[in-house]
């Protein structure tokens, strides 16, 4: 299985930055990798998700235009860039790997989970 292990999180204002890495170990060969968020009270969200071999990358709708996800696969490693960060954004930001499912925000697309990195944004 993969090994996920999430770093970067924390408290800004809001309009600051944060940047999430998440470090992959073991098996990597995931067709898909993401960044999922939840929030006290809330059900956990697809925030983007990335074709681990090319073929692009995808977001939703609330990141489009301020978060960008990318990775460097010499280090194993997934990048969420976040911008202009909103209080609404305030959630535990965990990254996910996976073969694919009906969904590629979907979390049954993914099957291994790090424990997450917590974000908190004020206003």
Not at 58 to 77: C, H, I, L, P
Not at 95 to 111: E, H, M, R, T, V
């Amino acid at each position: 299985p993969v090994r996920l292990v999430e770093s970067g999180g924390g408290s800004v204002q809001a309009g600051g930055s944060l940047r999430l890495s998440c470090a992959a170990s073991g098996y990597t060969d995931s067709s898909l990798m993401a960044w999922f968020r939840q929030a006290p009270g809330k059900e956990r969200e697809g925030v983007a998700a990335i074709y681990t071999g090319g073929g692009g990358t995808y977001y939703a709708d609330s990141a489009k235009g301020r978060f960008t996800s990318a990775q460097d696969n010499a280090k194993n490693t997934l990048y969420l860039q976040m911008n202009s960060l909103k209080p609404e954004d305030t959630a535990m930001y965990s990254c996910a790997a996976g073969p694919g499912g009906s969904w590629i925000l979907g979390a049954d697309a993914y099957n291994s989970w790090g424990r997450g990195t917590q974000v908190t944004v004020s206003s």
